[in-house]
């Protein structure tokens, strides 16, 4: 849902309702807005354990970008299905410069969905990294992006991590093997920060 000429337009972040990121979308959309859900390919073992069936899943758990035209207001945008709110501080809504915005565009297809990593071959899932680790992600559309570990049960592609984006901590699940550990660790208070 993304148009092909959006220049002059300016981006805000979404934070939608639990899992309703696909509902948002739609509703923004349909509510006049031009929008980016980043989201990638995962599997999912169903309930015998035995099949794995392919989901899709958000980049930014409960996120999503929209951008508004001069004199388009976000009123319709916090009233549309699925929206919890456009994400503001007391200077009002947080607009996201359209560099960061082109930069993870650059790495997904139109409708959103993150490329594979480059290498096609899936490169072997590196060792388990513990909770509070810092890491760099080295490959997909948060190339360049620090964060820490929260989640890596080592067996599963996908690991959790908190990132630093739009001025707040974000989660979001990333492939193992698109991350480098750097050394460092996060400290305790880190952790007691809230994280959206």
Sequence with gaps: MIASSDTGLTWYAVYTGEREELLAQRSLHDAGYVTFYPHFQATKR??????????????????????????????DANNALGVNRVLSGVNGPYVIQADIIEAMRAR?????????????????RPPRMKPGAAVVVIDGPLKGSPGFIDYDDGESRDVVITVDMFGRQMRTNILAECLKETGGRRRRLDRAQNVA
Excluded: H, T, W
């Excluded at 169903?46 to 794995?52: D, H, P, S």
């Excluded at 997904?108 to 072997?124: F, I, T, V, Y």
């Design 46 to 75: 169903v309930r015998n354990g035995r099949r794995k069936i392919g989901v899709l899943k958000p980049l930014f758990p409960r996120y999503l970008f929209i951008a508004a035209g001069e004199g388009q207001g976000l009123y």
């Design 108 to 124: 997904c297809n139109a409708e959103g969905l993150a490329s594979a990593p480059k290498d096609q071959e899936r490169p072997m």
